[in-house]
């Protein structure tokens, strides 16, 4: 190679190096740019991303709002009807100053107050208690809702109160006086499924000693308690003696003289007399009890509040 040529390759490589870094850093910048421009464009323009080096920006397409409509969930204004009702009977047109009648007026501003004859304030026809028993809705924001008022005398009188709603279920108001309707009827129950009697026994005796427990205090409640269950006793103790008048089961296995195998289950109808200061009381309580190693656990109350491994 002739020296001339030999001056002449190392400039053109130089050459074309100094070219080829040039464009790379005029891609850099230009990316640095870009990033910037977006920084301060705010949240929206920032949605890109870099890929395939630093000299590539790709745009991330603009996500669509997404629409969300909530619909307020209907209330029942069965307690407002309740403490209206209330009101509205202990008070009376000839004395519209007291309590009761201002704050039955501030429940239903359009109804009148009842006109209450003076004999009606004696004790027999003295209005004990109120409680809402069945509530109806008519249609949007319209509610028919029963309440059953229990006077001294033991006479119960059901009555039906008409109240609308807002849009958000938040407010309510009396639209119309109350109504005096029949009470309802009595619902015919199905067979019960404890159908089998327990005999005293290992079973029974369980019961016994876990409900004792649970309604006295005497003894422990968890040395009855399948493992992972957890049944704090009630307190303070409301009985001083509970003893087991029957036992009823839903399945055989309930009634055989022997405990069965482990992890057989059962469901029972314990039915109890508790004592206390004042008389003698006839409890009832389904229970599902468990054999293990030769005797029965308590893995559910029924009638009461089983956590951490039991069911209520």
Request: no cysteine; charged share 20%.
């Amino acid at each position: 190679m002739s020296p001339g040529k030999q001056a002449t390759e190392p400039e053109t490589v130089a050459v074309t190096a100094g070219v080829r870094l040039e464009k790379m850093h005029r891609r850099v910048r230009l990316s640095r740019l870009a990033l910037f421009t977006a920084i301060a464009a705010g949240p929206v323009a920032l949605g890109v991303a870099v890929v395939s080096g630093p000299t590539t920006v790709t745009a991330v397409p603009k996500a669509e709002p997404t629409t969300v409509r909530t619909t307020a969930a209907a209330t029942d204004p069965s307690g407002y009807a309740q403490l209206f009702l209330g009101a509205w009977l202990r008070s009376s047109a000839d004395d519209a100053a007291t309590a009761q009648a201002r704050f039955a007026q501030s429940l239903a501003p359009d109804v009148e107050l009842p006109d209450r004859a003076a004999d009606t304030h004696d004790a027999q026809a003295r209005l004990e208690s109120v409680t809402a028993v069945r509530s109806a809705q008519h249609e949007a924001g319209r509610w028919w809702v029963t309440v059953a008022a229990q006077y001294a005398n033991a006479s119960v009188r059901y009555f039906t109160v008409p109240v609308a709603t807002d849009r958000t279920g938040g407010s309510f108001t009396v639209t119309g006086a109350p109504g005096v309707v029949a009470g309802p009827g009595q619902a015919e129950a199905a067979p019960s499924p404890y159908g089998v009697t327990v005999p005293k026994g290992e079973l029974s005796s369980t019961v016994g000693q876990f409900l004792g427990a649970y309604l006295t205090g005497a003894g422990e409640v968890e040395r009855y308690l399948a493992p992972g269950v957890h049944l704090p006793p009630v307190a303070p103790a409301p009985y001083s003696a509970v003893a087991v008048r029957q036992v009823l089961a839903v399945e055989e296995a309930a009634a055989g003289e022997k405990v069965p195998g482990d992890g057989t289950a059962v469901r029972v109808l314990a039915q109890v007399e508790a004592r206390d200061e004042a008389g003698r009381w006839p409890l009832a309580y389904e229970l599902e009890l468990t054999a293990r190693s030769g005797r029965w656990d308590v893995t559910a109350l029924e009638s009461g509040s089983v956590r951490n491994g039991g069911r209520s």
